[in-house]
């Protein structure tokens, strides 16, 4: 797998909105991750084996959110993801962003969908 191209798909992905632009910045991160790979585990060559890596031992997006794997704090979250309106009605990522999901969800849904633009990077 070439990362530094893959990366480079990302990079030209536009994103307009604050949350189009929070998820690629996730996706960048999680590439990022890859640089501390050896050898043969940086010999990705399927779908399946890149998610598997990026995780890094996690089960799934939801795991690798919960577990700490990347931001923890819901401000932190919030900043990365809102618009101003948002972060102003959620205080700056101190209340809930919904009635249905916690910050650490709405970061796991944000990670899913970077892992998304990554796959269709790496595949084009």
Same mark, same amino acid.
Request: aromatic share 8%.
């Given at each position: 797998?070439?990362?530094?191209?893959?990366?480079?798909?990302?990079?030209?992905?536009?994103?307009?909105?604050?949350? &189009?632009?929070?998820?690629?910045?996730?996706?960048?991160?999680?590439?990022?991750? /890859?640089?501390?790979? &050896?050898?043969?585990?940086? =010999?990705?060559?399927?779908?399946?084996?890149?998610?598997?890596?990026?995780?890094?031992?996690?089960?799934?997006?939801?795991?690798?959110?919960?577990?700490?794997?990347?931001?923890?704090?819901?401000?932190?979250?919030?900043?990365? /993801?809102?618009?101003?309106?948002?972060?102003?009605?959620?205080?700056?990522?101190? /209340?809930?962003p919904n009635d249905r999901e916690n910050w650490i969800e709405v970061q796991a849904?944000?990670?899913?969908?970077?892992?998304? /633009?990554?796959? =269709?990077?790496?595949?084009?």
């Amino acid at each position: 797998m070439n990362i530094a191209k893959t990366e480079k798909k990302v990079k030209a992905t536009r994103a307009r909105s604050a949350w &189009d632009k929070g998820v690629k910045e996730y996706a960048l991160e999680l590439l990022a991750s /890859l640089d501390g790979l &050896d050898g043969d585990a940086r =010999d990705i060559s399927t779908e399946a084996q890149l998610e598997e890596a990026l995780l890094g031992g996690a089960s799934g997006w939801n795991e690798y959110s919960s577990a700490g794997c990347s931001l923890i704090f819901d401000w932190d979250i919030a900043e990365r /993801l809102c618009t101003k309106s948002e972060l102003k009605r959620t205080r700056e990522g101190r /209340l809930e962003p919904n009635d249905r999901e916690n910050w650490i969800e709405v970061q796991a849904r944000a990670l899913r969908q970077a892992w998304w /633009l990554i796959r =269709d990077a790496f595949t084009m």
